[in-house]
């Protein structure tokens, strides 16, 4: 057990039980996320944000959670349980959001991770809070679409993700590798839509000038691609990056999610979901759906999804961002929650 994880009988005389020892103190908001690793990154996320320590609850039952308190740089706070399902998906997500939520009784519902990212619209390591949700496989195609609140919509267009830990400001040695990455991709980094966030001002043409001289890169008119020098280095770049970027200048988008039964890799689906109705989509997951639809048959005021991009659901599709976009995703959603969820301090 985390060092900042109380047992459950040292904390017993604060919280109300039942003879089924069950908690039945309530919380502000309930955070859900899919995998244990997203759980690990939202309780860290949680202690750097204002959450002095977790308490562990209801260890013995089918839905354990954490339990903290969460104080704003101004005073305010809230109460937060933090969960997981055993397996991810829909299917186990939703009953045990059901649950908690009868338990509970938050204000909130919300769920932070990992998701898949539309490639037009969103770099891997980017955020995205979900507008709006929907399960896009579901019985002949009929979405029924779970939107945002509008207050919380605008909540989450005005957050800057300059303050936080994820967030790092590139190098020009950031710069090169991710035009050499793009390439290796098969993307056309002039069109990539993360690209004026690595090549700001004229720093693009001396970029890429370097790569050329250094033997990295041709030009065919306006067209680049790799050497075999060039690919070599960012094959062997990749390969010693096992665990992935720390900081990235990801930048935080607000559209919808849609949410499906299976993990996707065919490169395809985006595709297929704009010619569904969706045309603005940018990321795809497997639990957002089940946490709205949960939240909205329990009448929770609020639900709100935060998700990291680790892939764009094709062939290229790896792990090498998922600790990433757990971890930012989890960060983001805490600066939401302080904007959305505001109580103020207790008289001293």
């Not at 740089?73 to 939520?101: D, Q, Y």
């Not at 399960?135 to 909540?155: C, I, S, T």
């Not at 033997?215 to 094959?235: N, P």
Request: contains cysteine; proline residues 6%; neutral net charge.
């Amino acid at each position: 057990m985390p060092a900042d994880v109380m047992p459950a009988a040292s904390y017993a005389t604060t919280l109300h039980t039942t003879r089924d020892g069950l908690s039945r103190a309530g919380v502000d908001v309930l955070v859900v996320t899919a995998l244990q690793a997203e759980c690990e990154a939202a309780r860290e996320a949680g202690l750097a944000g204002g959450i002095a320590g977790w308490r562990a609850c209801d260890p013995a039952t089918s839905a354990p959670y954490l339990r903290g308190e969460y104080t704003t740089g101004g005073g305010a706070s809230f109460v937060v349980a933090l969960a997981r399902p055993a397996r991810m998906g829909g299917i186990a997500t939703g009953p045990l959001v059901s649950t908690l939520v009868e338990r509970l009784k938050p204000q909130c519902v919300a769920m932070s991770g990992v998701c898949a990212g539309n490639p037009e619209s969103a770099a891997l390591g980017d955020v995205i809070v979900a507008e709006l949700t929907y399960l896009y496989d579901e019985g002949k195609g009929d979405h029924r679409q779970f939107p945002l609140a509008d207050r919380w919509v605008r909540e989450a267009q005005e957050l800057s993700a300059a303050d936080l830990p994820s967030y790092g400001e590139v190098s020009p040695a950031d710069a090169r590798l991710w035009l050499l990455e793009r390439l290796l991709a098969g993307e056309d980094p002039t069109r990539h839509p993360a690209r004026r966030r690595y090549f700001p001002g004229d720093t693009w043409a001396e970029c890429v000038r370097s790569l050329v001289e250094g033997g990295l890169v041709v030009r065919d008119g306006a067209r680049l691609s790799l050497t075999g020098v060039g690919r070599l280095h960012i094959e062997q770049v990749i390969c010693d990056d096992v665990h992935g970027p720390r900081r990235l200048p990801f930048r935080i988008a607000v559209g919808p999610m849609a949410s499906g039964n299976v993990v996707v890799r065919d490169g395809v689906t985006w595709q297929q979901l704009k010619q569904r109705g969706v045309r603005t989509v940018l990321g795809l997951d497997m639990e957002a759906a089940a946490v709205a639809c949960a939240a909205f048959c329990a009448e929770v005021p609020y639900w709100v999804v935060v998700k990291g991009v680790m892939d764009h659901a094709d062939p290229r599709k790896d792990d090498r961002y998922k600790s990433f976009a757990a971890r930012a995703s989890a960060e983001v959603l805490f600066q939401l929650l302080e904007r959305g969820l505001r109580r103020p301090a207790a008289p001293a």
